[in-house]
């Protein structure tokens, strides 16, 4: 029994290990060419730059425009990102704690969005969004991250707040708090874990994002950090330092963003998972 132990153990750390090293060594290997001249990636891809070329970043965020892309990436994913909390927490605690017969009917047609793709439905919403005058315009990006966004955080935010005793709630409305007071001075306290979850993962997503503001937007001066990367793989594609760089600019902000709040992820998913 020991010995079945030890080695289900050691496998579990062996896959653990080839994983960890699957994600890490790419981005390492990426971070090395992009500290090197273009001839020398092309001669040998695999061996460590001799110099810190550091001109690479240079050009490719002057040239590329990536200060632009970034601060709009900024913008979009921070914005969309508290609507589509914001927005979720009020439906989450609507459909958890009032029983209205439509609710659950509610709940579904939120629910169903999840089986909804952005690629099943770009070249409708970009018919729909040309017919508005909404096409090219950052209000036209806003609004399609946050309908994409609701319904897993809707979903996120009902299954939390539905473990909330009611009893927090019947008593503070005993005590003469209406339900707006409950909803910010209770709910939305107690709640701060999946929140954290809710807010990392939404901007997490929205700063990846690629192909709405690819379809959606045509000026350089609206689009996304992932789309200005991708401008490199065209005019630019015989420069790999620069094409390096980029990718190196794009990656490191989300690397350390999900380094600073690992841990409000971990716990958020499994405050989630405990309630019932």
């Known amino acids: 029994m020991t010995r079945n132990v030890t080695i289900w153990k050691i ?33 040998n891809p695999l061996m460590p730059p001799v110099s810190f070329y550091v001109l690479n970043f240079v050009r490719s965020w002057t040239q590329g425009h990536l200060g632009v892309y970034f601060s709009n990436s900024i913008f979009y994913s921070m914005v969309s990102t508290l609507i589509t909390v914001f927005i979720a927490m009020g ?14 009917v509610i709940y579904m047609f939120y629910t169903l969005g999840l089986l909804i793709t952005v690629h099943s439905v770009i070249v409708p919403l970009f018919i729909m969004e040309t017919k508005l005058g909404m096409a090219n315009t950052r209000l036209g990006v806003i ?4 309908a994409f966004g609701l319904p897993f955080q809707i ?13 927090m709630q019947e008593s503070a409305i005993i005590d003469g708090a ?10 939305l306290p107690v709640a701060t874990p999946i929140i954290s ?12 994002e690629f192909i709405l503001v690819q379809t959606l937007t045509s000026d350089i001066s609206i689009r996304s950090l992932p789309v200005g990367i991708n401008s490199f793989a065209g005019g630019m594609s015989r420069d790999y330092g620069l094409q390096f760089a980029a990718l190196t600019i794009g990656t490191v902000p989300m690397v350390i963003f999900y380094l600073i709040f690992r841990d409000k992820i971990a716990q958020g998913f499994a405050a989630g998972a405990t309630k019932e």
């Open 11 to 43: 496998l579990s750390y062996l896959i653990m290990i080839t994983f960890t090293l699957l994600t890490i060594l790419p981005l390492i290997w990426m971070f090395l060419n992009a500290l090197k001249p273009h001839a020398l990636i092309v001669r």
């Open 197 to 208: 979850t809710m807010f990392i993962y939404t901007f997490l997503g929205n700063w990846n």
């Open 143 to 146: 609004i399609p991250y946050i």
């Open 155 to 167: 979903f996120l935010a009902t299954t939390y707040i539905k473990g909330i005793p009611d009893a």
């Open 178 to 187: 209406t339900f707006l007071q409950v909803f910010r001075k209770i709910i």
């Open 91 to 104: 439906s989450g605690y609507a459909l958890s704690k009032f029983s209205y017969r439509s609710s659950r």
